[in-house]
């Protein structure tokens, strides 16, 4: 089976199991940096320190999802918790793979700030898709915490995180500690 085909057969599946919702969610216009902030349940920090996937029956449906741990480092808003697992529809379970686009992919050692929806769990927990994902990348010669969207592009601030400069050599890249300080703040902590 192709890709394309078995994105086809997870965009119908989640479709026809009353997610609908979801499916539009792959053309999301970028969020406000405070739209972001106030629609998370959940704001923190951590490392991915694994990803499992698995079969999941809903209804009638049987989909792929993959839980995903992250070992907490800092909470912003919402509950403190050292582990948070969050559950993302798509991934492999032997030959098969089920993809849904614009859904961000983990990978064990990954180290992020994560806005998660607020409300009962989904098969999309962040905020604006990708857009509630932000990296935690190292500066040049592996010094300083920087953070970059989810395509891994430096950002320059909060409240341009959706349209990366890209001349970053003229400015600075946002700091993992100015970032993190933007969130309380608005976060009212």
């Given at each position: 089976m192709t890709i394309r085909f078995l994105v086809r057969i997870a965009a119908l599946l989640i479709a026809l199991a009353g997610w609908q919702p979801l499916v539009r969610a792959a053309v999301v216009t970028p969020p406000t940096f405070e739209a972001l902030v106030d629609s998370a349940g959940d704001i923190f920090l951590g490392q991915v320190i694994s990803t499992a996937s698995r079969f999941e029956q809903r209804g009638a449906k049987r989909l792929i999802v993959?839980?995903?741990?992250?070992?907490?480092?800092?909470?912003?808003?919402?509950?403190?918790?050292?582990?948070?697992?969050?559950?993302?529809i798509g991934g492999q379970v032997g030959e098969l793979r089920m993809e849904l686009p614009g859904t961000p992919t983990f990978m064990v050692g990954d180290r992020d700030v994560v806005f998660v929806q607020r409300g009962r769990p989904t098969l999309m927990?962040?905020?604006?898709?990708?857009?509630?994902?932000?990296?935690?990348?190292?500066?040049?010669?592996?010094?300083?915490?920087?953070?970059?969207?989810?395509?891994?592009?430096?950002?320059?601030?909060?409240?341009?995180?959706?349209?990366?400069?890209?001349?970053?050599?003229?400015?600075?890249?946002?700091?993992?500690?100015?970032?993190?300080?933007?969130?309380?703040?608005?976060?009212?902590?």
């Open positions: 993959t839980d995903v741990t992250f070992r907490t480092e800092e909470v912003l808003k919402g509950t403190s918790e050292a582990l948070k697992i969050l559950t993302f927990p962040i905020v604006g898709l990708f857009h509630g994902r932000f990296h935690v990348v190292t500066g040049p010669g592996g010094v300083g915490a920087f953070v970059a969207n989810n395509s891994r592009q430096p950002i320059a601030s909060a409240g341009e995180y959706a349209r990366p400069s890209r001349a970053l050599a003229a400015t600075r890249p946002l700091t993992l500690s100015d970032f993190l300080r933007t969130i309380r703040t608005m976060a009212g902590r």
